[in-house]
Nanobody, 124 residues
Framework: QVQLVESGGGLVQAGGSLRLSCAASGRTFSSYSMGWFRQAPGMEREFVAYISASTGYTLYAVSVKGRFTISRDNAKNTMYLQMNNLRPEDTAVYYC?????????????????WGQGTQVTVSS
């Protein structure tokens, strides 16, 4: 069993920055890959970024590449999402999740444990 708690969301103006955190407990954090997803009102949850367990290999959605950076600190059992140059279309609830053993990386079925989400609102 894994518990995930996101934090760091808030209200920011377009062009601003936020850093989200995902604190994990219940399993050896360094042993599993993780991802960030987001869900805007009335929309399906979508992939944002992924980071592997061992090498720190990363993947990003096209819409955030070059603006967002995913990272992890295994000593602190925490994953981060640094979001720069935010746009109103980045407004959503952001979720962190642990990767399961399946091959899917960019879809929800590739993940098993999820946090409760943190709201990010970007004003124009």
């Amino acid at each position: 069993q894994v518990q995930l708690v996101e934090s760091g969301g808030g209200l920011v103006q377009a062009g601003g920055s936020l850093r989200l955190s995902c604190a994990a407990s219940g399993r050896t954090f360094s042993s599993y890959s993780m991802g960030w997803f987001r869900q805007a009102p009335g929309m399906e949850r979508e992939f944002v970024a992924y980071i592997s367990a061992s090498t720190g290999y990363t993947l990003y959605a096209v819409s955030v590449k070059g603006r967002f950076t995913i990272s992890r600190d295994n000593a602190k059992n925490t994953m981060y999402l640094q979001m720069n140059n935010l746009r109103p279309e980045d407004t959503a609830v952001y979720y962190c999740a642990t990767k399961n053993s399946g091959v899917a990386v960019r879809t929800m079925d590739g993940y098993d444990y999820w946090g409760q989400g943190t709201q990010v609102t970007v004003s124009s």
